[in-house]
């Protein structure tokens, strides 16, 4: 290990140590030094800067690129600690692979065996981490060399027991800052690192989890964890928190994004943020919450950090300290984001350390993971039904069908929607298909690129009409109609703004203006009353508002899945009989008023 200390300022005293001084230390001979704390969060499994899809490098991302950020950073400040915050393990096509394939219960996870090399003080717990049960997850981390935190996952009777044995409530990190005068002599500073995550991973994963571990709220969980550090003798406390920070809204209080209430916490000296995939300080994401300074990086006068996602950013936290009677004191403050860029070199050792995963991932990327009967195309989804579009629908479809049943919400019709990401805007336009036969990994994954997630949201029979007058919007208005499908394609209308809702049958009237254009819509071969209800399984982009989608703005979410929609498309082929997507082309809608239908 390396040491880590460093001073700053003489003390002048002359006793043992700065604490025996024979009067309290003055302002001017107090012992300073700076504390860095850096912080890497929801990695998700990207180490190098790779897009396994597009088969190509993808700049900007990927922990051994962060990791020239963090040499750096360790360079400038010797006394430093490295937190990881979560959702490292799950979200690349390298995680995925290791899911599969690697033999973890021999060998070193290669993730582990990064974070290894980077001698990483502590790990604190994301949701995905759970995603593929207890014992990969006490099998993953069953060979790092730093504690594993979490402060609000309990073990019951039914936790596995390499698990329990695994993970810690508070991470204590022990450093020492040399005496000024006594080379022999240091002060010690124990810090102490309290981690928390959603409790709603009880909900996305319950199949894993629900009779095997218990999960408090994190607000009240964090506080005891903070206030026992208290009593245990910490002199600071660092919150490494799982989750983000409302936005678009100036109400701070949310169960899954709690940041802004875990500032509130007495005794927290520095708040890790994550989950959310957004960067902190730097950006207006959180501009309209109270309290919040994007410049100087506090919330609710806390600093704090958030380094957005598969190690685009470091974290880093300088808290200038004092020791004084006794006691570390912070007084003063330094937080910053710090980018990984195009000109960022990857560090040569770390990529040599994970080649060997990288070349099985290439090779697990090729290969068959199921096949479907018809092609997925994306290709003339914007005016008429798709395969590719159906294929998603109906994954969300199962998704949704499991987690409305694991929370026991009240029974009503579930629909989905969807739309096409890369369709085409004339014939001659290329699109994303998957050809029939043979389905690869990497193919799949093509068809949903964007790292959504799932959302259920509970509507009305005229909130359904009104989504899908907005998605009416795609179309130009021609009154006497055409034969021309492709003439009335909106080309200012985006694809992923171009919602279908399976389960529900419908017409598209292009001869008629905006806002009048669905025509003939029934569930089940009745039509649709305004005031029926129903779930729709939808994107996060889409449920939160994306697209301003009339009667859209969050409020209406009943369930919120923590998987991306990419991880769905793969479990729910992997589900499927013979791994074969068999379903026919659904033709639930139809536009009136071209390629003769009129
Ligand atoms: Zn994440
Ligand atoms: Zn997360």
């Not at 900007?60 to 010797?78: F, H, K, S, V, W």
């Not at 009335?488 to 292009?510: E, M, R």
Request: aromatic share 8%.
């Amino acid at each position: 290990m390396l040491q880590r200390f460093n001073l700053l300022m003489i003390a002048t005293c002359g006793g043992l140590a700065v604490a025996s001084c024979g009067s309290p230390m003055s302002e001017s001979t107090a012992l300073t030094t700076t504390l860095r704390i850096m912080e890497t969060s929801d990695v998700h499994g990207q180490l190098l800067s790779y897009d396994y899809f597009a088969k190509a490098p993808k700049h900007g991302q990927g922990l051994a690129a962060t990791a020239a950020l963090i040499a750096q950073a360790r360079t400038e400040q010797p006394l430093n600690i490295l937190v990881e915050n979560g959702d490292l393990i799950q979200g690349s096509a390298l995680a995925d692979y290791a899911v599969a394939d690697f033999p973890v219960a021999q060998q070193t996870h290669p993730i582990i065996a990064m974070l290894n090399a980077l001698e990483y003080d502590v790990a604190n717990l994301g949701n995905h981490e759970f995603n593929f049960g207890l014992e990969y997850l006490a099998q993953t981390y069953r060979d790092a060399n730093f504690p594993v935190l979490s402060s609000n996952v309990r073990s019951t009777a039914a936790t596995p027991v390499a698990l329990t044995e695994r993970l810690t409530d508070i991470a204590w990190l022990e450093r020492s800052v040399a005496h000024p005068q006594q080379p022999n002599q240091s002060i010690p500073l124990r810090i102490a690192v309290v981690g928390v995550l959603p409790p709603q991973i009880m909900q996305w994963d319950h199949h894993h989890l629900h009779d095997k571990i218990a999960v408090d709220d994190m607000l009240s969980a964090a506080t005891a964890a903070v206030q026992r550090a208290q009593q245990q003798g910490a002199d600071l406390i660092v919150l490494a928190a799982h989750t983000g920070m409302p936005q678009d809204t100036s109400k701070p209080e949310d169960d899954e994004q709690t940041g802004w209430l875990l500032a509130g916490i007495k005794g927290v000296d520095a708040l890790l943020l994550g989950h959310q995939h957004k960067v902190f300080p730097g950006t207006d994401v959180y501009d309209l919450l109270p309290e919040v300074d994007t410049e100087r990086g506090t919330v609710r006068g806390v600093p704090t950090v958030q380094p957005g996602v598969y190690g685009s950013h470091l974290g880093v936290i300088d808290l200038q300290l004092q020791y004084q009677d006794g006691a570390w004191q912070v007084r003063e403050h330094k937080v910053a984001t710090r980018a990984v860029i195009e000109t960022t070199a990857a560090v040569p050792e770390l990529e040599a350390l994970v080649a060997p995963a990288h070349e099985a991932t290439l090779a697990f990327m090729e290969r068959p993971i199921g096949r479907t009967q018809q092609p997925l195309s994306y290709q003339t989804a914007r005016w008429q039904a798709s395969g590719a579009v159906q294929f998603v629908q109906r994954a969300q479809l199962w998704q949704a069908q499991q987690l409305l049943a694991a929370a026991g919400l009240e029974p009503l019709p579930v629909l989905s929607a969807a739309a096409p990401f890369d369709a085409a805007f004339s014939a001659d336009d290329s699109a994303t298909a998957v050809a029939a036969g043979t389905v690869t990994r990497g193919a799949l994954g093509d068809l949903y690129r964007y790292p959504n997630t799932l959302d259920v949201v509970k509507v009305t029979g005229a909130q359904l009409k009104a989504w899908l007058e907005q998605s009416a919007k795609g179309f130009v208005q021609h009154e006497q109609g055409t034969d021309d499908c492709w003439a009335v394609v909106n080309p200012n209308f985006p694809h992923y703004n171009f919602d279908s809702i399976l389960g529900l049958n419908y017409h598209i009237d292009i001869r008629l203006p905006e806002g009048e254009r669905v025509q003939a819509l029934t569930y089940q071969g009745q039509p649709v009353t305004d005031a029926q209800a129903f779930y729709v399984a939808t994107n996060n982009y889409r449920a939160n508002g994306g697209g301003d989608f009339p009667g859209l703005d969050g409020s209406q979410t009943v369930l919120r899945g923590a998987d991306t929609l990419g991880d769905i498309l793969l479990r729910y082929m992997d589900a499927l009989p013979e791994k074969t997507y068999e379903e026919k082309l659904e033709k639930h809608w139809q536009v009136i008023g071209c390629g003769g239908r009129i």
